[in-house]
């Protein structure tokens, strides 16, 4: 029996940072997501199923914790995320990679087992789980359902280059650049869940403004305030970013008619920035069928 599994990633996070020490990012899932097929054989051939590390150490951690010795249990991973660029391509790759084999030996994992060997093998960003989710990055000591996002449409540009995530969050100063942060991220999590709680979107801009604007002292972004000026003149809702990556979004109403004069305007007044893509939130986490 092959599995289709399939998880999203993410447009960066709507906040991250900390509250009394206690570090945690709120989710971004998106439209685009990574794949795999479990028990691969035709017309996948051996050199189509190899993984990349961080995935076939998730794959070997399912095999090990269930006493499971299926080399012969293949897995097949792709994704539409680009890497390197804070849009949890590995989280997504791992996630989907550690489903697929527990299904190959006919096991689901619970989300709670999911968060641990992703945890096992890297920070994650938890876009596994359906809807929003407060997640803390490095231990999941917090893992709390927010709710389900309203539809927004994210208008994605890369400023360049790409962020290893280990070498970013073992930084020597990064808890106290973190901390010097606190009260902008308690205002940004009361916001985000005010708009949450009452479909406003544009309190959810606020909030991700807020944190992206907090975030300059951690991980600077050039561009931001330009990239943030134009939006607004644009009519976005706010500003979204990879707090450890290399993108920053726009947020917009799904009805919005404005947003490829919009895209021309950035192109246009911040030739450095290179357009990725457009997207939607999505709420549907992580999701499997037979094949």
């Known amino acids: 029996m092959t599995y289709y599994v399939r998880a999203p990633g993410t447009c960066g996070e709507f906040l991250q940072g900390s509250i009394d020490g206690q570090s945690f990012l709120v989710t971004c899932p998106i439209n685009r997501y990574s794949y795999a097929l479990s028990d691969v054989k035709h017309p996948f051939y051996n050199y189509f199923c190899s993984l990349q590390p961080k995935s076939a150490r998730a794959r070997q951690l399912v095999l090990d914790r269930n006493r499971q010795d299926k080399t012969d249990t293949s897995v097949y991973v792709r994704s539409d995320i680009l890497q390197g660029k804070g849009m949890a391509s590995s989280s997504a790759d791992i996630a989907v990679t550690a489903m697929a084999t527990a299904l190959a030996i006919h096991r689901e994992l619970s989300f709670k087992e999911l968060e641990r060997i992703c945890l096992t093998v890297e920070p994650t960003d938890a876009s596994f789980y359906p809807g929003v989710t407060q997640f803390d990055y490095f231990e999941g000591t917090i893992s709390e359902h927010l709710g389900m996002c309203p539809p927004l449409k994210i208008l994605v540009f890369d400023e360049g280059g790409s962020i290893d995530t280990i070498a970013f969050n073992r930084q020597d ?81 799904v009805d919005y008619g404005g947003i490829d004069d ?21 709420n549907e986490g992580l999701t499997y069928i037979k094949r």
Not at 200 to 226: C, E, H, M
Not at 264 to 282: G, K, N, Q, S
């Open 173 to 253: 100063d990064l808890t106290d650049k973190i901390k010097e942060k606190e009260p902008i991220i308690k205002e940004s999590l009361d916001l985000f869940k005010r708009g949450l709680k009452t479909h406003d979107i544009n309190l959810i801009g606020q909030a991700a403004t807020l944190s992206a604007f907090g975030n300059q002292r951690i991980l600077y972004k050039p561009d931001l305030y330009n990239f943030h000026d134009i939006g607004v003149h644009y009519h976005s809702v706010g500003t979204i970013i990879a707090h450890s990556g290399t993108i920053m979004g726009l947020l917009f109403p």
């Open 262 to 282: 919009c895209k021309h305007e950035i192109m246009r007044t911040l030739p450095h920035l290179t357009y990725v893509d457009t997207v939607e939130t999505t």
